[in-house]
T-cell receptor
Framework: GIQVEQSPPDLILQEGANSTLRCNFSDSVNNLQWFHQNPWGQLINLFY???GTKQNGRLSATTVATERYSLLYISSSQTTDSGVYFCAVVSGAGSYQLTFGKGTKLSVIP | NAGVMQNPRHLVRRRGQEARLRCSPMKGHSHVYWYRQLPEEGLKFMVY????????ESGMPKERFSAEFPKEGPSILRIQQVVRGDSAAYFCASSPLTGANVLTFGAGSRLTVL
């Protein structure tokens, strides 16, 4: 099956700093989503982005499908950004199973 | 729109007991997916259901686990004779269509087996 690798596994930022999280995948995808799992365990959709670039406030994401990677940018980080960021993909025509990476654990300190 | 509703949020069971987790999809969504998250890991697919049909249960353990999505009422994930290794967060997601669509996840149900 498809492999999803996220980097870095852990990241500590000072409040106000910017960061880039990366997701590499081993095959073509027809669905890619970024999620934020907050410290209470809730999983929140950030982006549906199988290709192209999207922005939502301080967050933006870019997926370069031909090169099999996606990037999540967090600007002017806040303590509420802390948590684990997951990339998840669906690969294969007619498939629906999301394959998750192991996540990037982000800690934003004041 | 209340989103995907899961309950209970936390469940504690002793080894050998049964656990039932419920999931009500978003309004207008007829496709339900269950995923399991073991500690310090990403989520893994368990089962995909539509109303009264199990479409794909390839990710579900063959024994003790079952799932249903009846014509009326929520989807149920049932774990019989729980063991400590079943301790995990169980997430339900729903979508309006199958295939490459945005899945919306519930807040999860955290099962602890003593």
């Amino acid at each position: 099956g498809i492999q999803v690798e996220q980097s870095p596994p852990d990241l500590i930022l000072q409040e106000g700093a910017n960061s880039t999280l990366r997701c590499n995948f081993s095959d073509s995808v027809n669905n890619l989503q970024w999620f934020h799992q907050n410290p209470w365990g809730q999983l929140i959709n950030l982006f549906y982005i199988p290709s192209g670039t999207k922005q939502n406030g301080r967050l933006s994401a870019t997926t370069v499908a031909t090169e099999r990677y996606s990037l999540l940018y967090i600007s002017s980080s806040q303590t509420t950004d802390s948590g684990v960021y997951f990339c998840a993909v669906v690969s294969g025509a007619g498939s629906y199973q999301l394959t998750f990476g192991k996540g990037t654990k982000l800690s934003v300190i004041p | 729109n209340a989103g995907v509703m899961q309950n209970p949020r936390h469940l504690v069971r002793r080894r050998g007991q049964e656990a039932r987790l419920r999931c009500s999809p978003m309004k207008g969504h007829s496709h339900v997916y269950w995923y399991r998250q073991l500690p310090e890991e990403g989520l893994k697919f368990m089962v995909y259901l539509q109303k009264e049909n199990i479409i794909d249960e390839s990710g579900m353990p063959k024994e003790r686990f079952s799932a249903e999505f009846p014509k009326e009422g929520p989807s149920i994930l049932r774990i019989q004779q729980v063991v400590r290794g079943d301790s995990a967060a169980y997430f339900c997601a729903s979508s309006p269509l199958t295939g490459a669509n945005v899945l919306t996840f519930g807040a999860g149900s955290r099962l602890t087996v003593l």
